[in-house]
């Protein structure tokens, strides 16, 4: 029979419950990842759109999704051992990411009596719904999870070292 015998036994024992404690406790790795699929996000703003995102017609110098700044502002990103989260709570987030079609309904004032379009004054106007065309933000390029894919390598090399 023919035996091997490691030298630094103590060594590698060290390092293999290294290894395990790291894929047990894993929110070390999940908060890097998180901030890793914020950042892409953010991305996606920044560029309008990874691929570009449809513009809005009504709007010729305005930017999709960005007029207000409120549902770039509300993406969160959370972790706990065992996943990331990124996403938002807004109620209309998911129209701009998914696209579709809103509801037909009523237009009032806000802050004046009445409603003016091309010299017709009213008190309400009937919207028919708008068509939405899906732009989507929460979405990660290649190279976004090559990304990711280097997040995890480097914490377990961490963990090796």
């Known amino acids: 029979m023919i035996e091997i015998k490691i030298n630094n036994e103590k060594e590698v024992f060290e390092l293999l419950e290294r290894l395990s404690q790291g894929v047990r406790y894993n929110a070390p790795l999940m908060r890097t ?33 960005i007029d207000s700044g409120a549902l770039r502002n509300s993406i969160r990103a959370s ?3 065992d996943e990331a989260i990124v996403g938002t709570n807004l109620a209309y987030a998911a129209i701009h990411q998914f696209g579709g079609k809103t509801k037909p309904h009523k237009i009032k004032p806000v802050t004046k009596k009445a409603l003016s379009f091309g010299g017709i004054v ?18 990660l390029t290649p190279q976004d999870e090559a990304d990711i894919l280097e997040d995890v390598q480097d914490y377990f090399q961490r963990l090796i070292k």
């Open 122 to 139: 009213r008190k309400s106007v009937n919207h028919p719904g708008s068509n939405i065309p899906a732009r989507p933000f929460l979405v």
């Open 33 to 65: 990842l998180a901030g890793t699929m914020q950042s892409a996000v953010d991305q996606n703003f920044q560029a309008g759109g990874r691929p570009k995102w449809l513009g809005v017609k009504s709007r010729p110098n305005g930017s999709p999704l």
């Open 79 to 81: 972790w706990d051992n």
